[in-house]
């Protein structure tokens, strides 16, 4: 926690959490992560992409990764925000990469929205076979389930549409 606290002194609404964390039981401690992973939550609802506090919602993605870091959906959003900051030619962008390979890593059967991001990824870098590879896979692996949301249908038709372009093209 201290460590989490000096890398983030400017995210003071989760510095008492953790501070609080280091000296409490582990149940307690899992507690004070699950909320300081909550108040991150409501700032990134607040510091979206319409606000452009890029620098200010990633810090907070990244403690949220630092907390929970098991979690695929905040892999997801990290990665997610930092691709909206950066250019396909940026140094960083490898990274932003491996933060949505690290997603389907740790979750590849429930979210068809982190194929979406990575293959959309590959292609912004030119990287088409590697963008219809991971399209291939989420076709694969999604569209014979019958339990999908309409959200996780609508990736699923937009991720065929991708593929189907770049298979013709």
Do not use: C
């Amino acid at each position: 926690a201290k460590q989490l606290q000096q890398s983030y002194q400017g995210s003071l609404l989760a510095a008492p959490y953790l501070d609080q964390a280091e000296r409490l039981t582990p149940q307690r401690s899992s507690l004070l992560r699950t909320r300081a992973q909550n108040e991150m939550n409501m700032i990134l609802d607040r510091l979206g992409e319409k606000d452009h506090h890029y620098q200010q919602a990633a810090e907070a993605a990244t403690l949220r990764t630092m907390l929970t870091p098991h979690d695929a959906d905040a892999w997801f959003l990290l990665s997610d925000i930092k691709r909206m900051a950066i250019s396909k030619d940026d140094p960083q962008f490898q990274a932003v990469i491996a933060m949505s390979q690290k997603s389907l890593r740790l979750d590849p059967w429930n979210h068809p929205k982190y194929y979406l991001q990575l293959g959309m990824l590959h292609e912004r870098q030119d990287r088409m076979q590697e963008a219809q590879t991971v399209y291939e896979t989420a076709v694969e692996r999604f569209s014979l389930r019958s339990n999908l949301s309409s959200e996780d249908l609508q990736t699923i038709k937009t991720i065929n549409a991708r593929l189907q372009k770049l298979l013709s093209s």
